[in-house]
């Protein structure tokens, strides 16, 4: 359930090119409700529907706490489209909607190796990252060697062990890199 509402940022760019400003007032405006309804659900208010997503969707580790993931999420794919031109911000929210959805995915479905000092990690979910990525990158530029860098650079990040920041760690970096890349070629 949780990574299947994360793969709903993937329509971000595709508003955004209809209407940036419209989009982004929705974001921002679903980040805060989502947030107020935290909070009351932490109250014991539950908000109907939004609470129980919530609660169904969480990781064991947020139980009983402020589930902070879709707050990240609605900031990441913000920031990816207020700092980046749109060909760099829609890779940048792809790489999140999809590259972090597929590693989290195969990393439990496949799993094997755990890669050292990563939170547990796996290799599986970092090569499916990689992979995801470069077929996204590809799609939207249509060169291998931008698409290969900007796969690689997304991979890293998301290998690093930043919890629920990888939702804003992943579409800086990688929007970032991806705007540099399209700027020199």
Known sequence: IRKSLHLLISLVPLFAATNK???MLLLASGTLFYAYAEQLRLMGSPVFIISSLTVSASRYRDRGRFVL???TLG???MLA????PAPAAAIAIYALAFGDSVASLMGKLIGGLRIPFTAGKTAAGSLSCFLVVL???FRVTGSAELSFVIAITTTLLEVLPSGDLDNLLLPVGTGMVATYLLIIN
Do not use: F, Q, R, S
Request: charged share 5%; net charge negative.
């Open 81 to 84: 489209l207020l700092l980046y």
């Open 21 to 23: 400003e419209l989009t």
């Open 75 to 77: 900031i990441g794919a």
């Open 135 to 137: 077929w996204v990158t």
């Open 69 to 71: 993931g879709p707050v």
